[in-house]
Nanobody, 124 residues
């Protein structure tokens, strides 16, 4: 399985931006579909964005469409989540996720590997 390490979280004011990065180990990164999930205190982990391995098609939950952008750089074994126009309700621990193959990782049950998480806090 691929090992995942997130970075880029932090504290930001509402309306600000952050870019999360997720670095993957190994030489098979391009064979994995990648995704980002988040979990707020007292809530279940939820899907945020995913990117397909083959054509880099992207998928988002409605609440982040137009504000977040997922991308990947297979040469650097890294997936990114650019987050703009952040809102207090975006506050959560953000997790990187991987699934080998063509499946788009939109639910936790589809995930093969998880990162350790990075905290994002948006103040009002």
């Amino acid at each position: 399985q691929v090992q995942l390490v997130e970075s880029g979280g932090g504290l930001v004011q509402a309306g600000g931006s952050l870019r999360l990065s997720c670095a993957a180990s190994g030489r098979t990164f391009s064979t994995y579909g990648m995704g980002w999930f988040r979990q707020a205190p007292g809530k279940e982990r939820e899907f945020v964005a995913a990117i397909r391995r083959s054509d880099s098609s992207a998928f988002y939950i409605d609440s982040v469409k137009g504000r977040f952008t997922i991308s990947r750089d297979n040469a650097k074994n890294t997936v990114y989540l650019q987050m703009n126009s952040l809102k207090p309700e975006d506050t959560a621990v953000y997790y990187c996720a991987a699934r080998r193959g063509q499946v788009v990782v939109t639910t936790p049950s589809l995930v093969d590997s998880w990162g350790q998480g990075t905290q994002v806090t948006v103040s009002s």
